[in-house]
């Protein structure tokens, strides 16, 4: 018998707006502008993180019970992922053609022509040179692609009986999370000596781009799913684990940079996205207020704004569109909610249409 789909959680996807929201002003806002949120807009790159590792909690919260039944279609599965990211990631390269000829300068002939062939074909995070290619954010659509094909597998791990010996395996993972980023401090193989987010060196890069220094973080979500079936909906104890997580994440970001930026990047803050996320699966007050509608609706829009902002920024300011329509005084503000509007628009005219056709076509 066909197991049943499980309930939305819509707290997530409301956090899901916030945190693409993040992204934006952490590559195109002043964090001083922000006050006390500064270090978070500081640290805008851990929205990446939490997204990598949200992926693997959706991902087996909606599909464990199935692929533990054996009921899982690996092929349809995969096809339905390809139909889910390949729109909006197609269109954001087609966003970011302007920037062919800087590329072209900015790489050696033979890493050009390999970011051009393998940036369509989700590759190129595989190669730290060109894993920025044409389109800054989509790195991560080279890890999530290599995610989804592992995800089956990973899926049908058995539910656990007891949380201290899961919970001892997640906390395995969290240590391998962090080896990357010891081994880059112990090493220092690009010299740097103090990295920030700032700095430039083929190592970082390495670690910052490639998805095998975020794997953890994936495999992370998908054994929180697992926790997440042990633990009530209901239970206080996910409140307290909700508002610990966003306590300790922003007293981690106080401390700056005396918390060095190559542990800091991806491994380190698992524990507390964790709590997080089980916090806002719960059914409480932190759940109620983060499920509200407007969050969930722009919310829903985060993948397309996360993959589409940086290039649309370029051609919004590059365009001089704003000044031409007077409405230059009053940027950057009114260009963030420009990218907001159009992400929206994305979602509703070219993700979810394209999406329905792509997995008609390809029976998904």
């Known amino acids: 018998m066909e197991t049943s789909k499980p309930a939305r959680l819509n707290a997530l996807t409301g956090l899901r707006c916030f945190a693409a929201i993040n992204i934006v002003l952490f590559h195109f806002s002043n964090p001083h502008w922000f006050g006390f949120l500064a270090p978070v807009i500081d640290a805008g ?32 599965f995969w096809k339905a992922r390809f139909a889910r990211i390949y729109p909006i990631y197609l269109l954001s390269l087609l966003l970011g053609l302007y920037t062919l000829g800087r590329e072209y300068r900015s790489h050696t002939h033979g890493m050009f022509w390999a970011g051009l062939a393998l940036t369509p074909l989700l590759l190129q995070g595989w190669i730290p040179a060109i894993a920025t290619f044409i389109n800054t954010p989509a ?44 081994l880059y401090m112990a090493f220092n193989p690009d010299g740097i000596a103090h990295p920030t987010r700032w700095s430039y060196g083929p190592w970082l890069w390495a670690l910052k781009y ?11 979500g998908v054994m929180l799913a697992s926790l997440d079936e042990i633990v009530e909906r209901k239970s206080p104890l996910r409140l307290w684990l909700g508002l610990g997580g966003f306590a300790g994440i922003y007293g981690v970001l106080l401390l700056g940079p005396q918390v060095p930026y190559a542990i800091m990047h ?28 407007p969050l969930v ?22 365009s001089h569109l704003l000044d031409w329509l007077r409405l230059g005084r009053f940027d950057p503000w009114i260009s963030y909610m420009t990218l907001i509007a159009l992400a929206l628009a ?14 008609k076509w390809m029976g998904a």
């Open 45 to 76: 790159y851990l929205s990446v993180s939490y997204f990598i590792l949200l992926s693997g909690f959706v991902l087996a919260y909606n599909y464990n019970a199935r692929a533990r039944a054996g009921e899982l279609d690996r092929v349809r």
């Open 139 to 182: 790195w991560t659509m080279s890890a999530e692609a290599f995610y989804y094909a592992i995800f089956p597998w990973v899926a049908r791990w058995k539910r656990p009986e007891r949380v201290a010996p899961h919970l001892a395996k997640m906390a395995g993972v969290w240590m391998l999370g962090m080896i990357p980023g010891a």
């Open 210 to 220: 490639t998805p095998y220094a975020h794997v953890a973080s994936f495999i992370f």
């Open 266 to 293: 991806d491994g380190l803050l698992m524990p507390l996205f964790g709590c997080i996320v089980l916090g806002l699966a719960g059914e409480n007050l932190l759940a109620t207020v983060l499920g509200v509608r």
């Open 297 to 318: 609706f722009v919310g829903e829009a985060s993948y397309c704004l996360y993959l589409l902002h940086f290039n649309l920024w370029k051609l919004l300011h590059h």
């Open 346 to 359: 994305a979602l509703h005219l070219v993700e979810k249409p394209a999406q329905r056709q792509l997995r």
